[in-house]
């Protein structure tokens, strides 16, 4: 069965520094999807993506955030100053077409920032 | 604003007996619900969404949800439950009309003792 994967699985990274992480969406699927969830916490929206835009972003996206899909395969999420309080788990998701859809998630990054 | 509570923030169940995990929702215009099922250190999982039609939506693993639009609400149920649905559970909502983002709940944990 396809699925979603993520690299690295744990990034560790000093504050200030910056970190890419990467994503691999199912191959048929449209959109694409960035979440974080904090430890112990909700999972919160970051950010959608289509046709090679954004096509969404929440309030917790902003400049520091970008999104990139360099090449066919890959969704990348770069953060470009890490704070400490960027640390959390980052889940990827894709989905086959519109808003009717369920997403599928990656397992996931845990970004930790020291 | 879209917004989704899970008012238990875990449920306890006997292995054999039915569980209910509720979920209540707000949105401004008609909703596509979900939910996802987390398992440690792994993605969410969708595990069944409504879209339109029929209350009673059926998912994976013998998991169903009934939609109740005038009480906003979208519980997660299993006439039988197993150990290994022990996990966490996420109630998810999209508003038709309002783009991509999707608003989780904070999730329920849910333990099955044997």
């Known amino acids: 069965e396809p699925e979603v994967t993520q690299t690295p699985s744990h990034q560790v990274t000093q504050m200030g520094q910056e970190v890419i992480l990467r994503c691999v969406p199912i191959?048929?699927?449209?959109?694409f999807y960035w979440y974080r969830q904090i430890l112990g916490q909700k999972v919160e929206f970051l950010v959608s993506?289509?046709?090679?835009?954004?096509?969404?972003k929440s309030e917790i996206f902003d400049d520091q955030f970008s999104v990139e899909r360099p090449d066919g395969s890959n969704f990348t999420l770069k953060i470009r100053s890490t704070k400490l309080e960027d640390s959390a788990m980052y889940f990827c998701?894709?989905?086959?077409?519109?808003?009717?859809?369920?997403?599928?998630f990656g397992p996931g990054t845990r970004l930790t920032v020291t | 604003a879209q917004s989704v509570a899970q008012p238990e923030d875990q449920v306890n169940v006997a292995e054999g007996n039915p569980l209910t995990v509720k979920c209540t929702y707000s949105?401004?215009?008609?909703?596509?619900l979900f939910w996802y099922v987390q398992y440690p250190n792994r993605g969410l999982q969708f595990l069944l969404k409504?879209?339109?039609?029929?209350?009673l939506v059926k998912g994976s693993y013998g998991f169903e949800a009934e939609f109740n639009k005038s009480q906003t609400s979208f519980h997660l149920k299993k006439p039988s439950a197993l150990v290994s649905d022990s996990a966490l559970y996420f109630c998810?909502?999209?508003?038709?009309?309002?783009?991509?983002?999707?608003?989780f709940g904070a999730g329920t944990r849910l333990f099955v003792k044997a």
């Open positions: 998701a894709s989905s086959e077409l519109s808003s009717s859809y369920e997403q599928y």
């Open positions: 191959s048929n699927h449209l959109y």
């Open positions: 993506f289509y046709n090679n835009e954004i096509s969404e």
């Open positions: 949105v401004s215009g008609n909703p596509y």
């Open positions: 409504y879209i339109t039609g029929d209350n």
């Open positions: 998810a909502v999209r508003d038709i009309a309002g783009g991509f983002k999707t608003i």
